[in-house]
């Protein structure tokens, strides 16, 4: 059975960092790409970040809202996705999903975790 | 990077169909077969419904039923169930991101 896991979410200070993770299990990580998708309070959800899988695995997207903040990352031999969170904003507060991608390059969502929630406030 | 566009509510009686659209742009949902439909019930994480455009993922009824014309994709539910109402929303691959609509949320009468 797939399962993700997701942790680190906390109160931050605007300006600040966080480092998010996403554990995963009951498939075989590397073959496939992995998202983080956040659903501000009240809001829609919105693609953040994408990784691919397989032989090309690492290659990696951003929605525009967090480029050059945030960084996404994989350890294949721990099974676990991050996502390094920089210079956060008020408007980055959210509830953070991870989800795995039914192929290796990124197309769709089939799997995701419970979120972990991300609050930027003073 | 602009997200979907869908209507923000949708309602219907038990036993009835809805339909909920999901309009894009000729460089995403008009240019890939890769639009997937989410349900999110209140708290809850993200469910697939339907994944390239029509497919049923195992386990969902085929009361859920999907299509695409052009850029504007579409989610049909029909036999209406109480258990249905819930946020719906359209995803689609935009080459090198991914689109989110901003959800229908579906009041079952």
């Known amino acids: 059975e797939v399962h993700l896991l997701e942790s680190g979410g906390d109160l931050v200070q605007p300006g600040g960092s966080l480092r998010l993770s996403c554990a995963a299990s009951?498939?075989?990580?590397?073959?496939?790409?992995m998202s983080w998708v956040r659903q501000a309070p009240g809001k829609g959800l919105e693609w953040v970040s994408l990784i691919t899988g397989g032989t090309g695995s690492g290659t990696t997207y951003y929605a525009d809202s967090v480029k050059g903040r945030f960084t996404i990352s994989r350890d294949n031999s721990k099974n676990t996705l991050f996502l390094q969170m920089n210079g956060l904003r008020a408007d980055d507060t959210a509830v953070y999903y991870c989800?795995?991608?039914?192929?290796?390059?990124?197309?769709?969502?089939?799997?995701w975790g419970q979120g972990t929630l991300v609050t930027v406030s003073s | 990077q602009s997200a979907l566009t869908q209507p923000p509510s949708a309602s219907g009686s038990p036993g009835q169909s809805v339909t909920f659209s999901c309009t894009g742009t000729s460089s995403d949902v008009g240019a890939y077969n890769y639009v997937s439909w989410y349900q999110q019930r209140p708290g809850k994480a993200p469910k697939l419904v339907i994944y390239e455009v029509y497919k049923r993922p195992s386990g969902v009824p085929d009361r859920f039923s999907g299509s695409k014309s052009g850029n504007t994709a579409s989610l049909i539910v029909s036999g209406l169930q109480a258990d249905d109402e819930a946020d719906y929303y359209c995803s689609s691959y935009g080459g090198s991101n991914w689109l989110f609509g901003g959800g229908t949320k579906l009041t079952v009468l």
């Open positions: 009951g498939f075989t990580f590397n073959a496939h790409a």
């Open positions: 989800g795995r991608d039914f192929y290796t390059s990124g197309r769709w969502i089939d799997y």
